[in-house]
């Protein structure tokens, strides 16, 4: 019999991700590792987003292996290339072309709003570029290009979703319908991964404490280090409870890695020591990495691979964008060649 549900067109998701270095279990868990289940239920958009990247300084060198290594890794962790459609933001012109027509359809009042300018600004104070105030623009631009109903995004990046969709109200509003209005999927099971080190702060891989953070390239053997090192408490009961920070946050990764509940987690360890419990979490996550780690090195040593995939994303993503925009331009009034 045929299936007639699958002529309704599959709803659209698009998320980036900056090329900053290798990520951390806390990205995986909380972000990554949720949009490779989206995959087969959405049509998904994912990019690196290099532009991004260039509003605090980078070395050229490493911007360019960072974006390597960032475009396999997605692949990797299981994103496909034949499901998704992947590609580095600088290789698709429109991403420029239409942050152009919404930065004159953004205030002023609107940016020096967004708390990560503030923040961003008072960490970089040598070095507060234009392009770090009109980041959230160039971000629209990223969304409204491919028309998705929704942008999976950590919480921190609520606000510029917001803004998005308020960018893309009033445009519709003065030019007429043109953009999607999309809406921020907050993830149900991202897991919130906090420091090894200090279990009350976000896990990061920009701590000068190496132990405080798992890095998704980390061994085995530094993988169970850094957890048998991982600050707990001295009450040594394996539970879930308040004031027990760091217990909760390995209860959490371990939960997150092995798909077992709380109740299970604290059952399985009933009488155990931290030290059993910590080498279990080390164990599960090295084994949760390996097979990431093995696919990430093979795809890695092939970079006219990559260019070529990357290419054929890039070409994809003109296609799909290249619409949106010559319909805005057209909408404002602009001339297009005939
Ligand atoms: N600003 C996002 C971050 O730092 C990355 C990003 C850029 C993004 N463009 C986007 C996320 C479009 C979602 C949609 O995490």
């Known amino acids: ?15 980036c991700i900056q090329p900053t270095g290798i990520p951390t279990l806390g990205n995986y868990l909380g972000a990554l590792r949720n949009w490779v289940d989206l995959q087969d239920e959405l049509e998904c958009f994912f990019a690196v987003a290099d532009l991004h990247a260039i509003t605090v300084r980078q070395e050229p060198a490493k911007l360019r292996q960072h974006t390597y290594e960032m475009f396999a890794l997605l692949m990797a962790i299981g994103l496909d290339p034949e499901k998704s459609l992947l590609f580095v933001q600088s290789q698709v012109p429109t991403h420029t072309e239409l942050s152009w027509l919404l ?12 708390t990560q300018f503030k923040d961003k600004s008072q960490k970089h104070a040598d ?3 234009l392009g770090l105030f009109a980041y959230p623009t160039l971000m629209a631009a990223d969304i409204l290009l491919y028309q998705p109903e929704f942008v999976p995004v950590g919480a921190d990046q609520k606000q510029h979703c917001e803004l998005t969709r308020d960018i893309a109200t009033r445009f519709n509003g003065q030019y007429g319908q043109t953009f999607t209005v999309p809406e921020p999927y907050i ?8 420091s090894l080190q200090e279990p009350t702060k976000k896990m990061s891989k920009s701590d000068e404490n190496q132990n405080s953070f798992i890095s998704l390239q980390d061994d085995k053997d ?20 308040e004031g027990k920070d ?10 997150a890695v092995t798909d077992k509940s709380l109740e299970a987690i604290e059952a399985e360890f009933a009488g155990r020591g931290y030290g059993d419990f910590k080498l279990a979490v080390g164990e599960a996550v090295a084994a949760e990495l390996a097979p990431i780690q093995e696919r990430f090195a093979t795809l890695m040593k092939d970079k006219a691979q990559l260019d070529a995939l990357m290419k054929v994303g890039a070409e994809r993503a003109y296609l799909v964008s290249r619409r949106t925009v010559e319909k805005a331009k057209k909408r404002m009034g602009f001339l297009l060649t005939k």
Do not use: H, P, W
């Open 222 to 241: 530094t993988i169970i280090r850094k957890f048998k090192r991982a600050v707990t408490d001295s009450e040594a009961c394996v539970r879930y409870a």
């Open 187 to 194: 993830m149900k099971t991202g897991a919130r991964v906090r």
């Open 103 to 114: 930065s004159c359809n953004t205030q002023f009042g609107e940016l020096s709003r967004m």
């Open 246 to 255: 760091g217990i909760n946050n390995l209860m959490e990764i371990y939960a």
């Open 1 to 15: 019999m045929e299936n007639t549900q699958e002529i309704v067109r599959k709803k659209r998701a698009l998320s």
């Open 127 to 129: 070095n507060i570029n």
